[in-house]
């Protein structure tokens, strides 16, 4: 199981970045998949997931503002993120989670670095 992000960078408050997760070693369009972050200091914190049908969850802090999609022909996994603040400022990895028909273990990639100056 290989999983890479990419996409990360230093934004201004208010503005966007669009991440992207690159999958492969295992079944993409049966695998819910999901976004973490961690800041410096700070716990790990879900920030959004995908079902294998494309149904979301995201954590309040995002709601509203960050949108999380899937290209199953692609095994790529998207987090755009709009508005954003410096307390989205952290780590952002991807994670492929255990389904049914899918993997049985949680897999995490590594990470792409989001900071966002006031």
């Known amino acids: 199981v290989q999983l890479q992000a990419s996409g990360g960078g230093s934004v201004q408050t208010g503005e966007s970045l669009r991440l992207s997760c690159a999958a492969s070693g295992f079944i993409f369009s049966v695998t819910p998949m999901a976004w973490y972050r961690q800041a410096q200091g700070k716990e790990r914190e879900l920030v959004a997931r995908?079902?294998?049908?494309?149904?979301?969850t995201y954590a309040d802090s995002v709601k509203g503002r960050f949108t999380i999609s899937r290209d199953n022909a692609k095994n790529t996994v998207y987090l755009q993120m709009n508005g954003l603040k410096p307390e989205d400022t952290g780590d952002y990895y991807c994670?492929?989670?255990?389904?049914?028909?899918?993997?049985?273990?949680?897999?995490r990639g590594q990470g792409t670095q989001v900071t966002v100056s006031s």
């Open positions: 995908i079902n294998n049908v494309g149904g979301t």
């Open positions: 994670n492929a989670q255990p389904s049914p028909f899918g993997i049985s273990q949680n897999y």
